[in-house]
């Protein structure tokens, strides 16, 4: 899970038991640690590293959703070969992949995803392809050499079933609520239009962007605040700042965590003299 959870153990429970993943819906045992056990070396020189639970099991199943990335671009982004590189890097693999920013993305994904193929018993992959209403379209088996060679594919379909705002541009966008269960970004930049980096465009051109609340699934991460220009005592007070400081540190995009202007429902901020 990266560096998601406060980037700790217990904090990495919370998140995935908070979506309803427990011992006793999934009958079996959750491992949750920030361990990790050195795999192999990257071509670049940087270390690989991977959760040391998962390095001892007799095989990994790597699941998640393939989907267009919020800061960059490349043949692999959201998917399975990111969920290898940051998601079983933990903590330790996010800020290798992330210091050297977004822009080295499009070629550490594959490069860090490949040794991880090679040197960790991955047993397949399992793509989850969803629609406009991020409900599940499509689940897509993978063997280890398909993760490699189809997911590029499945990345160019999950866009085509992307939603999409029916305008070019508008004065004031209104996002009801924003969260970790929604997007990394909190609300998708590629709907928004709001990047927090350069190497990513797409979405509405508004110009300014509202946020009203953050989701109970976020457990106080709001990271994204930042790309708005406006939001709600409502959501302010719900901000976790131990558990959103650490996503903006291992990514190094800092600014996606400035609290923009605080208003109340209704009425101004602050009482006048």
Not at 32 to 53: F, W
Not at 74 to 102: C, R, T, V, W
Not at 232 to 247: A, C, G, M, V, W
Request: charged share 25%; proline share 6%.
């Amino acid at each position: 899970m990266g560096s998601h959870g406060g980037a700790t153990a217990e904090g990495q429970r919370r998140v995935i038991e908070g979506y309803g993943v427990t011992e006793a819906f999934i009958g079996c045992e959750i491992r949750s640690s920030m361990e990790t056990v050195l795999i192999g070396t990257a071509p670049n020189g940087k270390p690989v590293r991977i959760d040391k639970n998962a390095c001892e099991a007799d095989g990994i199943i790597v699941c998640g959703r393939v989907k267009p990335h919020t800061g960059f671009r490349g043949p692999y982004e959201s998917g399975i070969m990111k969920m290898m590189a940051i998601g079983l890097g933990k903590q330790f693999g996010a800020e290798i992949i992330h210091e050297d920013g977004f822009g080295r993305f499009r070629e550490y994904i594959p490069m860090f995803g490949t040794v991880i193929l090679r040197n960790a018993p991955i047993l397949c992959g399992l793509a989850l392809l969803e629609n406009g209403y991020d409900q599940t379209r499509e689940i897509v088996s993978l063997t280890p050499e398909e993760i490699i060679t189809k997911e590029p594919e499945l990345l160019l379909r999950a866009k085509g079933y992307m939603p999409r705002i029916l305008f070019d541009s508008c004065d004031v966008l209104i996002v009801d609520q924003m969260g970790k269960n929604i997007s990394g970004d909190g609300m998708d930049p590629n709907i928004s239009g709001r990047f927090p980096t350069p190497f990513a465009e797409g979405g509405i051109n508004a110009q300014r962007v509202a946020v009203l609340d953050l989701t109970e699934e976020s457990h106080g991460n709001a990271c994204g605040i930042g790309l708005a220009d406006i939001t709600t005592s409502r959501l302010f007070h719900k901000i976790d700042l131990e558990q959103t400081y650490p996503n903006a540190i291992t990514n190094t995009v800092v600014g996606e965590m400035k609290i923009p202007m605080i208003m109340k429902r209704t009425g101004w901020p602050y009482r006048r003299p």
